[in-house]
């Protein structure tokens, strides 16, 4: 049984995922495993995958029409890990070296730690830039996570039957995270955090929230906050989540 399973969920990816896979081979840890999700893609990922020929990525792609998003796979990549503890990597960002080490010790210092997470790297690719993150990291803090959401998910690991417990809503096809772990909040499951940054994180075009991940999933935070009732439903925040969505069909 590998110490830690890493959730991947991807789609037409085969030109990104590489990097990501070799972020997971480069690991200081090497007790690791892969389950990764291919989201109805239909490019040559599995080639891409092929061509490390480690045992310790496992390929699986998602047929059933009516399973479709990164909320659904991460679900399924958690039914099919074997490790205690699973961590999330979106297949466009990296995993620094000691990402693996840094999650496995801080579960090991806590017995009683359900989620742990860290800071992560900026990667403006386009303009060849790695710079700190305009959402400030913050100590945890229920209060504080109800008002915005500053912990980088692309960071977050959890005891596995944590999230066969409380698995990603497939509503939420964006920010499904700041749902997920609101709700996991909320329900007084135990966080801890390291201010290393564990991830670099790949701000551009391709990313699975679509035109670059730190602007357009602030709007989806807010409707996890209205379906949660904590605010008010606003007409205007919901049609720019419907334009959103409309401009992703065309892609």
Known sequence: MPKISY???TKNRAKLIGETLQSLVDQSEKDWEAIIIDDHGNDNTSEVIEK???KRMKYYRLTDPHG????CARNFAAIRASAPIVAIIDSDDLCYPERSRATLEAFKKDPK?????GDIDIWEEKKNIVRDR?????PFSVERLLEVNFIPHSTVAMKRQILLDNPYNQFFRIAEDYDLLTRLA????RFSFTSKKLVKYRL???NISGGGKEGITKIYDSLVKMVRRRVPYDKEILDQIAEAERIKEKK
């Open 7 to 9: 959730l991947i969920a």
């Open 204 to 206: 551009g075009d391709t």
């Open 68 to 71: 479709h998003g990164a909320s």
């Open 52 to 54: 490390f020929a480690d």
């Open 113 to 117: 730690l359900d989620v742990f997470y």
């Open 134 to 138: 305009k959402t400030p990291h913050h």
């Open 186 to 189: 909320v329900a007084g499951k």
